[in-house]
C-alpha cells in the first residue's frame, strides 16, 4: 500500500519561505508524477505543481511560477515543495498526490494517492 506523508507546513509572515516534503512508502517511487496540491477553506483543491519521475519534467501553476520550486529525490522517495515570497493568499492545507500515468496531469481526480496535509498559514 503506497503512503505518502507531508511535513514542513507552519506559521508565516508575508515574505516568508517554507519548504514542503512528502516522504513516499510502500510502493515503487519513481514509477510516480509527483505534484503538489493546496486546498483553501471554502475552496477547491488546486494543482501547484508537478514533477516527472526522473525529475527533469516539471510543470506549475501560474500562480506558484517564478516562487515555488518543486523537486524529487529518487533515493530518498521524498518530493519538495520550496516556497517563496509566501502571500496571505498562499494560507492552505497542502497535499502531495502520486499518480502512475506518463505525464504530469493537473486535475485532482486523476491522482491515484494522496498524503493527509500540512497546514500553510500565512499572515499579512
Known amino acids: 500500500q503506497v503512503q505518502l506523508k507531508e511535513s514542513g507546513g507552519g506559521w508565516v509572515q508575508t515574505g516568508d519561505s517554507l519548504r514542503l516534503s512528502c516522504v513516499v512508502s510502500g510502493g515503487t517511487f519513481n514509477a510516480y508524477i509527483m505534484s503538489w496540491f493546496r486546498q483553501a477553506p471554502g475552496k477547491d483543491r488546486e494543482f501547484v505543481a508537478g514533477?516527472?519521475?526522473?525529475?527533469?519534467?516539471?510543470f506549475y501553476s501560474d500562480f506558484a511560477e517564478g516562487r515555488f520550486t518543486i523537486s524529487r529525490d529518487n533515493v530518498k522517495n521524498t518530493v519538495h515543495l520550496q516556497m517563496n515570497s509566501l502571500k496571505p493568499e498562499d494560507t492552505a492545507v497542502y497535499f502531495c498526490?502520486?499518480?502512475?500515468?506518463?505525464?504530469?496531469?493537473?486535475?485532482?481526480?486523476?491522482?491515484?494517492?494522496w498524503g493527509q496535509g500540512t497546514q500553510v498559514t500565512v499572515s499579512s
Open positions: 498526490a502520486a499518480d502512475d500515468a506518463p505525464e504530469i496531469r493537473t486535475p485532482v481526480t486523476l491522482y491515484d494517492y
Open positions: 514533477v516527472g519521475r526522473n525529475g527533469v519534467n516539471i
